[in-house]
């Protein structure tokens, strides 16, 4: 999942160059990150993360220092440091954001997500609004489990790139917003298959029903809608209600005609239901 942090300008000054996390990721592998709580002082040294009084501009200085050389976690220190010890600086504005996407880069996603939000929290209306939004959404995104897994993170990161495509449908993190949203939708559809097949091999056919249909009306638009229709057609038909299941096998005929499960479903009531399927 590809993640480009775009430059961040403010007041006259760039204070973020294009990175992505898979080359900071590679080359945090030949780099080890310091702790800060021990060793020599200055810019270079163990000790830029701790609580030492710096003027604003050497310590942001200091932190953007280790955010190009890949030092993702002491540099996300040193961001909330400049907020921390200079909370009314223009640069505090600027060191909330930063931190928030080295945290991100570091796979540090609750930590990402909680400065992205302080920094929304207290920056509503500001121009770099969207990417909070964008880093937000992105956290929850990159915490996606498999579809046999609780969706409580995909459903975090639908609401949080929803809102992002909500509020700034112009902006330009909105178009990899919409194509997240769409890829999130069918991640859900899928876990819905995933709960109504496991209720079908159980026999337990009204659960399926319930299931397939969550799909139909909410998830239409993604790759699982034609299963879906045949899984209600199977299940229709295990409960006895055939015209139901002729129902939807025809909704599936009318809309996926050439699809695999139309023709299953076709051969599911041939041998079910001949004379609806006649008729149909």
Same mark, same amino acid.
């Given at each position: 999942m590809a993640f480009r942090a775009v430059q961040v300008i403010e007041d006259g000054m760039t204070v973020k160059k294009s990175m992505?996390?898979?080359?900071?990721?590679?080359?945090?592998?030949?780099?080890?990150l310091m702790s800060g709580c021990s060793g020599r002082g200055g810019v270079d040294g163990p000790?830029?993360? /701790? @609580?030492? *009084?710096?003027?604003?501009?050497?310590?942001?200085?200091?932190?953007?220092?280790?955010?190009d050389r890949g030092d993702l976690r002491v540099a996300a220190g040193l961001f909330d440091e400049v907020e921390r010890q200079h909370p009314y600086s223009p640069w505090a504005r600027r060191a909330q954001l930063m931190?928030?996407? /080295? @945290?991100? *880069?570091?796979?540090?996603?609750g930590a990402a997500v909680q400065s992205a939000r302080r920094f929304l929290s207290i920056h509503p209306g500001n121009s770099d609004a969207?990417?909070?939004?964008?880093?937000?959404?992105?956290?929850?995104?990159e915490q996606i489990s498999d579809v046999e897994r609780d969706q409580g993170i995909t459903l975090q990161a639908l609401a949080a790139l929803t809102e992002l495509q909500r509020r700034y449908p112009r902006s330009e993190y909105a178009a990899d917003a919409r194509l997240k949203i769409d890829l999130l939708r069918d991640h859900l559809a899928g876990k819905e298959m995933e709960i109504g097949r496991y209720y079908q091999r159980s026999g337990q056919w009204l659960a399926s029903q319930l299931r397939f249909q969550n799909v139909i009306k909410n998830f239409q638009t993604t790759s699982h809608s034609a299963e879906a229709l045949y899984r209600l057609t199977e299940s229709s038909l295990a409960l006895g209600l055939r015209d139901e299941a002729l129902r939807y096998s025809s909704v599936l005929g009318a809309n996926y005609p050439g699809d695999e499960w139309y023709e299953k479903a076709y051969e599911l009531m041939e041998d079910h239901a001949p004379d609806l399927a006649s008729a149909g």
């Open positions: 992505r996390p898979a080359i900071l990721v590679a080359l945090l592998s030949g780099v080890t000790t830029d993360t /701790a @609580y030492v *009084a710096r003027d604003v501009e050497s310590l942001y200085s200091a932190a953007k220092t280790r955010l931190s928030a996407f /080295a @945290y991100y *880069a570091d796979r540090e996603y969207p990417y909070a939004y964008y880093l937000i959404g992105m956290s929850y995104y």
